[in-house]
């Protein structure tokens, strides 16, 4: 059974940073993409940031460059997402996915998910 778990989620102040992590098991994602994805009340679910498997490739949304780093080990089949100067607006639900096809360009791409963790980023 394959499971995505996230964490380093929690509520901070504009302009702090925080670091998501996201941990797989009962498959090794080593040779496919993995992403983080984020939605916010109200808005669906949009696409932050992917990353190729070896890493090589990586997509950023463009509300998030330059603030967000995205990166992986896959030696612990684990992906994270390094968020700095936090805004209000990156207030959202930050999801892990990973993806079974060699090529991940969209939501619909990503075969698994994970449950979740909350950002709140205060003003």
């Known amino acids: 059974q394959v499971q995505l778990v996230e964490s380093g989620g929690g509520l901070v102040q504009a302009g702090a940073s925080l670091r998501l992590s996201c941990a797989a098991s009962?498959?090794?994602?080593?040779?496919?993409?993995m992403g983080w994805f984020r939605q916010a009340p109200g808005k669906e679910r949009e696409l932050v940031a992917t990353?190729?498997?070896?890493?090589?490739?990586?997509y950023y949304a463009d509300s998030v460059k330059g603030r967000f780093t995205i990166s992986r080990d896959n030696a612990k089949n684990t992906v994270y997402l390094q968020m700095s100067s936090l805004k209000p607006e990156d207030t959202a639900i930050y999801y892990c996915?990973?993806?079974?096809?060699?090529?991940?360009?969209?939501?619909?791409?990503?075969?698994?998910w994970g449950q979740g963790t909350q950002v709140t980023v205060s003003s």
């Open positions: 009962g498959r090794t994602f080593s040779s496919y993409p």
């Open positions: 990353m190729s498997w070896s890493g090589g490739n990586t």
């Open positions: 996915a990973a993806s079974s096809h060699l090529v991940a360009s969209t939501q619909r791409a990503y075969d698994y």
